[in-house]
């Protein structure tokens, strides 16, 4: 079976852009693939170095929403990354044969960066771990050998470097043994934000998957609709609506959103009606995650104990690559 590794920074509790964006894609992937999936909490660090009071806290927030979307530990892999410090060795050796302009040249990175400097106080520098991003994203990556990464497009360029990382380092030691993993994109639908921006945390758009029903519903009738439309019997526009509608046709089925079409564009269906119909359907459809979401919040042993044993458990894969590597390198 192909191998497949993925990682998300900790950056505390998901949204339905993670969910409907990644993880529903992973939690499909897992029974197609050998599975790896990590919180990369070292890449946290990389520009939350000097605010790491709510780390762990963090971390335990992405693992129980993961859980609690349907990736299940039995099948797949869930670890941290810095339980598995055989990845950060691998940096080390993969860091030797980097070019520095290679790194230098991640766009990805270069926008970071640019937002960094935005920045007032001692986080606007960049640091040698932040221009490291890429080396250790590979490190990850080459760690279980992966074929492929289910990634959003935003990730693609880091993926390219981690080709040409493995392609060098095989160059350089004259060896096949890494991959030149793929990225795996998938053609899920992008969610906006509710103010119809990219739905992100730092924002203020978003809808956590750990919200409750009531925030749900409340945050759902902010949600931006057809901006030319100002009475209840104005004759709407779905296609321009900025979001409500965009929204119904994620989550609404065939008819829904032809009934929602139709009654739009006739006048019949108000905008506050509209979005109280669209909270009560998100609201349905997640409540299976959600009573999961509140099992884990309420049983914070048992995400630590899914932590530690697929941790254990990605060191005993780790250990075999990074024997295998000091091998091939020559180390002593
Ligand atoms: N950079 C990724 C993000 O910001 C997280 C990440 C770190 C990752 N290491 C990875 C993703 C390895 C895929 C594979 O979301």
Redesign the pocket.
Known sequence: MQRI?????STGKLHFGHYLGVIQNWVKLQHEYESYFFV?DW?ALTTKYDKTETLKQDVKDVVADWLACGIDPEVSTIYVQSLVPEIAELNVYLSMVTPQNWVERDPTLKDMAKILRTKEGTNSQISYGLMGYPVL?SA??MMFNAHA?P?GND?VA?IEITRDIARRFNNIYKTDFFNEPKPLLNDCSLICGLDGNKMGKSFQNDIKISDTEEVTAKKIMTAITDRSRLRRDDLGHPEQCEVAFKYWKIFGDENQVETVRCECEKGKRGCADCKRQLGALINEKFAPIREKRKYYDEHPEEVERIIKEGSEKARIEARKTIEKVREIIGMY
């Open positions: 590794v993925s990682g998300m920074r990369a890449h994203m990850d990556i990464v990634v990730q880091h």
